[in-house]
């Protein structure tokens, strides 16, 4: 089973940036897809916000962050990233990063195994 331990996150003004790492230890992480989810409120699910496919590389994104944000990995460092960029403060919320063994990308939590312990991010004046 992969672990997954994130960091970067904090607070910034509307229209910053933040950059969140997600290392990875006991696995290969390039046999996994890997995405990046967040929780916004109480009482609701995870949502999917970004995802590279463990077959092609390709890169994959909720319309609510397409434009803003990428997603990419470092093999070498077996650490996936966030860049946020243009922060909003929409973009609050708790972000955990998450791996897979037997999907090839997605953007539901529901088919990810391996998760972060998850990591703040507040936009706010």
């Known amino acids: 089973q992969l672990q997954l331990v994130e960091s970067g996150g904090g607070s910034v003004q509307p229209g910053g940036s933040l950059r969140l790492s997600c290392v990875a230890s006991?696995?290969?992480?390039?046999?996994?897809?890997i995405g990046w989810f967040r929780h916004q409120a109480p009482g609701t699910g995870r949502e999917g916000v970004a995802?590279?496919?463990?077959?092609?590389?390709?890169?994959h994104y909720s319309d609510s962050v397409k434009g803003r944000f990428t997603i990419s990995r470092d093999n070498a460092k077996n650490t996936f990233y966030l860049q946020m960029d243009n922060l909003d403060s929409k973009d609050t919320g708790i972000y955990y990063c998450?791996?897979?063994?037997?999907?090839?990308?997605?953007?539901?939590?529901?088919?990810?195994?391996?998760w972060g312990q998850g990591t703040q991010v507040t936009v706010s004046l």
């Open positions: 998450a791996a897979d063994l037997g999907i090839d990308y997605g953007l539901d939590a529901s088919w990810y195994d391996d």
């Open positions: 006991g696995d290969d992480l390039n046999r996994y897809a």
């Open positions: 995802s590279i496919s463990s077959a092609d590389g390709s890169t």
